[in-house]
């Protein structure tokens, strides 16, 4: 058995230890010699004088929240098939030049049945009707709409997870 101190939290969570030295309005306590610290420190807490481990969730849910905010917007960002052509859907690039089109049309300056050559995931150029480009950029839009639905499902699961087997079974649905 060796002898450690440990500082915690109000809610017996382990913020720091150390095995010599001080450690400023820490506990000792006696472990096992071959006791170590196998995850992150704060998912220890210190109950019925032993250290348990006990995975911090609010912690572990804000991980994984943020890892689905990237999958989000890579699914956005995803390319897109039409009518056998492949084209790049980035947000903050592509889908404006789409966007555009259909302000030209609004202002009056293009029909939908005007045509235009647009460049294609390949770097090929292939001619679209602006009724078309506008057909692309509302698939994109339902896409986009249908990942933050699946998202929104999967935010609502995790507020209600209450354990890493809990928070590991939430994924995105199929097809999203």
């Known amino acids: 058995m060796k ?48 250290i348990v481990y006990s995975p911090n969730l609010d912690r572990i849910k804000k991980q994984v929240n943020e890892k689905w905010k990237m999958e989000r917007q890579e699914k956005i960002d995803a390319d897109l098939e ?3 052509s ?41 001619e679209f009707t602006y009724k078309e480009l506008l057909e692309i950029v509302n698939l994109w839009g339902e896409r986009k709409k249908k990942i933050w639905l699946d998202l929104k ?6 507020e209600k997870a209450n354990s890493i087997e809990e928070i590991e079974k939430i994924t995105w649905s199929e097809g999203i």
């Open 3 to 50: 002898k450690i101190k440990i500082l915690i939290d109000e809610n017996k969570r382990l913020l720091a230890y150390c095995d010599f030295g001080e450690l400023e309005n820490s506990m000792e306590i006696t472990v096992d010699d071959d006791f170590q610290f196998n995850k992150s420190l704060d998912d220890y807490v210190y109950q019925d004088k032993k």
């Open 86 to 126: 492949i084209f790049q859907m980035r947000e903050v690039i592509d889908v404006k030049n789409f966007e555009q089109r259909g302000l030209q049309i609004a202002l009056g300056q293009k029909q939908l049945t005007d045509k235009e050559e647009w460049r294609l995931k390949d770097n090929t150029f292939k």
């Open 153 to 158: 499902r999967m935010w609502k699961e995790l």
């Open 82 to 84: 039409y009518k056998g």
